[in-house]
């Protein structure tokens, strides 16, 4: 079964408005059994495109066929044309949005990645980060596996490949166990769809069903964009297959584990109008603020978000403390991908076009901003200064997380820890830093209470939070491995002989 590719590749500067943000790396959506799959999926995928803006791919299946389309950019600008859909015939597709860390940019790396195995065709689009990827690879390698990619994703299929199991989902099975760290995967064979998550569920995937079909995402506000129900999500550890006829089975081959998901999603990666782990994102995020406003109170005439991901926890921290929430800080949602920013002096400049200060309302006032976190901390020092400019007489720093204090491994781009503000120093030096009248972060357990949940439980915590406690959930084999390489490079003697 032969794939016909048909790539078109739009290149253009990219810039990032939210360069000092943490970022999602990226977004999947699957639609089996429907009538005009591709659509959806290109519908599903449009819901996600904050968590991935580089580039966008849909593969679709007719029955006989595998059909390839991938581009650099966004959504819309690669199937919003009926034209690109009608080069995705089929009633199964499966899609995906993307930032790029691992593996880099480039289309080559844009998925769903697709091959043509023994058994068939075989497309897969994943969420998240195999954190044994480079190992497995070099094994691969060394076994004579020919890459195409730089994608961690790409392990995967050439595990399935390899196996020696005689069933494609027992092929699967034998990959997956293979696997560290996170993923949520939608794949795509001959003989229907399966999604699965990762066991300890790091990274979310959702289950939805419109008429005859079902879909997957990774959020539930891509299901509300088609019109389909939210059924439930996919458990961590479960893998869901679909078939042609609709018959939908479920399986938890790997054990019973703890599950542990990302607690980022809530603070800021998912839209606040997904539910995620059974929980609406949006009361999540109020329920923060209002953590905060108990947590850290402050005298002061207003509280002022930092758009457009501060606003809930904004508006919870406003009607706690009982201090009027207002908007301070004006968005332009014109800025975006016109300039290229290749220096920090240049990022700030993107920070300006982006936010502006509503003076009428800051001036004179003592402010208490509210953004959802600090990472290298350069917007936040923007934007407090844009509100002393404004005539703001104190300004009130509050964040909505835990001071993020290391990287994240688990498929969310973050910035070298070096280059993260909290690594480099406490709470007072942050403030002088950003130049804040006061600076507080919402604690560890006011983060697990506000989405529900008891106290961090220390000995087996309820979600990963390592870029918050450094406590990551599963083995760093790549990262140890490097770790070990430098410190032989930087004391050759320890060398064993
Ligand atoms: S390290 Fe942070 S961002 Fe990464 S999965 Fe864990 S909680 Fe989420």
Redesign the pocket.
């Given at each position: 079964m032969k794939a016909r590719t048909d790539p078109m590749t739009i290149t253009h500067p990219f810039y990032d408005a939210d360069g000092d943000k943490?970022r999602?790396e990226c977004g999947v959506f699957g639609a089996v059994n429907a009538t005009d799959a591709a659509a959806a999926t290109a519908l599903g995928l449009h819901a996600l495109q904050h968590r991935g803006q580089e580039a966008a791919g849909i593969v679709s299946f007719d029955g006989a066929d595998f059909f390839v389309r991938r581009g650099l950019g966004h959504v819309v600008e690669n199937f919003s044309s009926q034209e690109a859909i009608a080069e995705l015939p089929g009633m199964m597709a499966a899609g995906h949005v993307r930032y790029s860390t691992t593996g880099g940019a480039g289309l080559r790396n844009v998925q769903p990645l697709y091959a043509d195995l023994a058994s068939g065709g075989f497309a897969v689009a994943h969420n998240g980060n195999i954190s044994n990827a480079g190992t497995l690879r070099e094994e691969l390698v060394g076994r004579g596996a020919i890459f195409q990619s730089t994608s961690d994703t790409e392990v995967i299929i050439h595990l399935v490949a390899t196996s020696r199991y005689p069933t494609i989902m027992d092929r699967l099975i034998d990959a997956l166990r293979l696997l560290e760290g996170?993923y949520a995967l939608i794949v795509m064979t001959p003989e229907g769809m399966i999604a699965c998550r990762d066991p300890l569920g790091?990274?979310p995937l959702q289950m939805g069903k419109i008429g005859d079909a079902t879909l997957f995402a990774s959020e539930t506000v891509a299901f509300d964009v088609v019109g389909a129900d939210f059924v439930r999500q996919v458990e961590p550890g479960e893998i869901i297959r679909v078939d042609f006829d609709g018959n939908v089975d479920s399986l938890h081959p790997f054990g019973t584990h703890r599950p542990?998901?990302?607690?980022?999603?809530h603070v800021y990666?998912s839209r606040p109008d997904s539910i995620s782990d059974g929980r609406s994102i949006y009361e999540g995020r109020k329920a923060i603020g209002a953590e905060l406003a108990r947590e850290t109170p402050v005298e002061a005439d207003l509280v002022i978000p930092v758009p457009d991901s501060g606003v809930p926890a904004a508006i919870g921290y406003a009607q706690e403390s009982g201090i009027p929430f207002e908007l301070g800080i004006i968005r332009s949602h014109y800025v975006g991908r016109t300039f290229i920013q290749p220096s920090d002096s240049d990022r700030h400049a993107g920070v300006k076009r982006k936010h502006n200060a509503n003076r009428a309302m800051v001036e004179g006032k003592r402010i208490v901003l509210i953004d959802d976190s600090i990472v290298r901390g350069t917007t936040s020092l923007q934007i407090v200064e844009m509100m002393r400019d404004a005539g703001a007489a104190e300004v009130h720093f509050r964040v909505a997380s835990p001071p993020?204090a290391?990287?994240?491994?688990?498929?969310?781009d973050?910035p070298e820890r070096s280059k993260l503000l909290a690594a480099q120093m406490d709470v007072e030096p942050m403030r002088e830093f950003i130049k804040a009248d006061s600076l507080a972060f919402v604690s560890i357990d006011g983060l697990y209470r506000a989405v529900g949940e008891k106290p961090r439980d220390a000995s087996c915590p309820q979600?990963?939070?390592?870029?918050?406690t450094g406590d990551?959930?599963t083995a760093l084999t790549d990262i140890r491995r490097r770790e070990d390489k430098q410190q032989q490079l930087a004391f050759p003697s320890n060398k064993v002989a």
């Open positions: 943490l999602e996170a790091i990274r542990r998901p990302c607690i980022f999603e990666f993020t290391h990287s994240c491994f688990y498929g969310v973050t979600f990963c939070d390592a870029c918050f990551y959930p």
